[in-house]
């Protein structure tokens, strides 16, 4: 069984469009992040979620918001996309706010 | 503020040599250090961590790394590396007591391992 799961694995839309990506862990934790890797390949944190509660939020656009239906979920939902946001976004999770953390396989955004 | 550098940005080698991935850190204050790794086109994997204790930490796949606190650096090294090492290699640092949960990566080190 996958531990933390990702759909879609790809997306392709157009500018302007509004977007959504799925995340779910099944290994019982309680925190959930998402982060975005550029085209270099850099990785940086854009929110976490703890028991329903934001508890990060690293100047993020408000185009993009989390929202988490339950503690095993935290979907990512992107409105109005531009060229920009094209990138792989990641979601991860650890238990209770400790250091280590788990990621799904990625979701590859692309905005034409 | 911490931050993590990551001092080469590819690393060639031949199969069954020696390895080392440098990265060095900066905080304040006392951290946990991490590597993962990203094979092409997939997602990242825990390859180990340092959370306390034993300065010497080994992970999956034959991979070590060793905390060294006076020169702020987790080097990974592997004595002997395979075809199927080749990925990108991210070392990761997080605070104790800060903003829990917020990793701070490098940029990333491209491995790539020919025969």
């Known amino acids: 069984d996958t531990a933390v799961s990702q759909t879609p694995k790809y997306l392709v839309t157009q500018m302007g469009n509004d977007k959504s990506i799925k995340c779910e862990q099944n290994l019982g934790h309680d925190t959930m992040y998402w982060y975005k890797q550029d085209s270099k390949k850099f990785l940086k944190i854009m929110f976490s979620y703890n028991n329903k509660e934001l508890i990060i939020n690293e100047t993020v656009p408000n185009r993009f918001s989390p929202k988490s239906p339950d503690k095993a979920h935290l979907n990512l939902h992107i409105n109005s996309l531009e060229l920009g946001d094209s990138a792989v976004y990641f979601c991860?999770?650890?238990?209770?706010?400790?250091?280590?953390?788990?990621f799904g396989p990625g979701t590859r955004l692309t905005v034409l | 503020a911490q931050s993590v550098t990551q001092l080469d940005s590819q690393v060639p080698v031949f199969e069954e040599a020696p390895v080392e991935l440098r990265c060095n850190y900066s905080s304040s204050v006392s951290v946990y250090l991490f590597w993962y790794v990203q094979y092409p086109n997939q997602g990242l994997q825990l390859l180990l961590k340092y959370l306390s204790g034993s300065t010497l930490v080994k992970g999956i796949n034959g991979f070590e790394a060793e905390f060294n606190k006076s020169q702020t650096s987790f080097h990974l090294r592997k004595p002997s590396v395979h075809i199927s090492d080749t990925a990108e290699y991210f070392c990761a640092v997080s605070e104790y007591g800060g903003s829990q949960g917020n990793l701070i990566f490098g940029k990333g080190t491209k491995l790539s391992v020919k025969p």
């Open positions: 991860a999770s650890s238990q209770d706010r400790l250091p280590t953390q788990y």
